[in-house]
């Protein structure tokens, strides 16, 4: 942890998580510079946590509130993003997907970032099938996963608006990954 958790009640702003926000950017930055990709995951994730405690438990105005949001989905990308980036091989696919439900849990469905997500777990379980055996651990790890992406679809499918280009993805990795799972024994 950065700094002390403090925080304001005030509702047009918040200079306790503002200067948290500048801090991680600056952090964000160094650790860009130095390509540590782990690192600014880590930090932009951070501010996507904070940001969203604050809005789950405060009323702020609209303006800030704006102000937030953005902050929030730019650093959700940046940790997306930097997920992506320290990634060398299949089996480190899956943490592109976990990045996905990471966010979810915060509330940030970004499109383009869940598909991408949910392409990354198609393309770890791809690359289990490619191992000589599937044991046990692969296959419990695919049934947990079948299980977080049913979760992502019921809260996608939640939302005012209908994102069905999204949702239809889903599907389709989720049955997909469900048959072809089968095929190994109890995965779905």
Known sequence: MLTKALSSNEAHRDIWLDAFITACRGLIATAKIRGD?????DLALEVVERISFKLQRQTVTANYLQTLLGWRFDLAREHFDATAR????YGDQINLFDATIRLAEYDVLLSDLIRRGVGALSIWWSGVEARPVIDETARGILSKQLRRLNSLEKQLS???KPQTETLGAIQEVSHD????????GRAA
């Open 37 to 41: 990709w782990k690192r600014v995951a």
């Open 86 to 89: 320290y990634i060398s091989s």
């Open 158 to 160: 939640k939302l005012g």
């Open 177 to 184: 990954l469900a048959f072809r799972g089968a095929k190994y």
